[in-house]
């Protein structure tokens, strides 16, 4: 049961890890605010991943809708 309640935090340290290197990535392009509510929408229409590939999933899918965004018009 304690293992349970540790595991969000665990998914959460992992997606805040997540931001804080697309900030370092993207940071020269947009605004860290941008960046945690991309990596946060990611977090949300991955909610039915398995936990254990969440994190890199979430990475992967916030780098690409970043990338895809950071194009000029």
Same mark, same amino acid.
């Given at each position: 049961?304690?293992?349970? /309640? =540790? @595991?969000?935090?665990? +998914? !959460? #340290? &992992? $997606? !805040?890890?997540?931001?804080?290197? %697309? =900030? ?5 392009? %947009?605004?860290?605010?941008? $960046? ?6 990611? @977090?949300? !229409?991955?909610?039915?991943?398995? =936990?254990?590939? /969440?994190?890199? %999933?979430?990475? @992967?899918? #916030?780098? &690409? @809708?970043?990338?895809? +965004? !950071?194009?000029?018009a």
């Open positions: 049961m304690t293992r349970a /309640l =540790t @595991r969000p935090s665990d +998914e !959460d #340290a &992992a $997606i !805040d890890q997540a931001v804080v290197r %697309l =900030t370092a990535e993207f940071s020269h392009q %947009l605004r860290p605010q941008v $960046i945690g509510t991309v990596v946060r929408s990611c @977090r949300r !229409d991955l909610s039915g991943v398995p =936990t254990t590939a /969440l994190p890199e %999933l979430v990475e @992967r899918l #916030a780098r &690409a @809708r970043l990338q895809s +965004e !950071d194009r000029p």
